[in-house]
């Protein structure tokens, strides 16, 4: 576990206080967080330590790491915000042997959604263009690369269709190409690689329905659309 995804109270408290000016003075900091001046100087020295927190001359402010940390922090609830995870969802067109239009699917071969049959991807990181992301996915998954053109953006939110709970929260943005080369990978450990054609992959009984529509959208241009899908407990 990250330390990030670990930050004691205390030392959110400190950068809380820090997000809204540009620097504070030891007194100050501790007198809005409440600790003691022994609890202050461990919390603070181990923000100093990971670098989220400078000590100046008289006080202290926020590195351009601990900047970007309170970022993304909720104000009012003084913790970070959980967001939606932003991936690349690829297709992959080519021409079957009776001309028929054949598209790259992938079977996952990890959890969740095991067994489960749509698109390559995979998360976008951070700093990455969403051609560069599309470009390395598919490279790691398939070895195959591709002439990649960015054409949707696909919001999904998953749910437990017996309680209602929120299960997963997708940006995809859907890149698409029709030149490629190198030879498929079939397997790898997190899943397996397949040419169907759109009539084959909908038989399939574990799949991704999000994906039944994908091509129809990028057929008609669409650049945004906003999905919820609902899943059994065993499913996911």
Not at 64 to 88: C, F, H, L, W
Not at 117 to 144: C, H, P, Q
Not at 200 to 210: A, D, G, H, N, P
């Amino acid at each position: 576990m990250s330390y990030e995804a670990s930050m004691h109270q205390s030392q959110i408290a400190i950068i809380h206080h820090l997000l809204f000016t540009p620097e504070a003075s030891f007194s100050e900091i501790q007198r809005s967080t409440g600790l003691t001046s022994d609890h202050f100087n461990f919390h603070i020295k181990k923000l100093i330590d990971e670098a989220y927190v400078e000590k100046l001359e008289k006080g202290y402010k926020l590195t351009n790491k601990g900047k970007e940390y309170a970022n993304r922090m909720d104000t009012d609830e003084k913790e970070i915000e959980k967001q939606p995870r932003v991936s690349i969802a690829i297709t992959i067109e080519r021409k079957g042997k009776n001309g028929e239009r054949e598209f790259l699917f992938q079977q996952r071969k990890k959890n969740p959604y095991f067994n489960f049959w749509g698109r390559a991807g995979g998360k976008v990181r951070w700093g990455e263009s969403i051609i560069d992301a599309a470009n390395r996915e598919l490279k790691e998954e398939t070895g195959l690369e591709a002439d990649f053109e960015y054409r949707l953006l696909y919001h999904k939110r998953d749910f437990n269709k017996n309680t209602g709970k929120l299960l997963e929260d997708k940006i995809f943005l859907c890149v698409y190409a029709t030149e490629y080369r190198g030879e498929l990978i079939e397997t790898f450990e997190g899943g397996v690689n397949r040419w169907m054609t759109h009539e084959e992959f909908v038989t399939k009984e574990k799949r991704f329905t999000s994906v039944d529509e994908f091509l129809v959208l990028i057929d008609k241009g669409e650049t945004f659309v906003e999905r919820e899908f609902f899943y059994d407990e065993t499913e996911y």
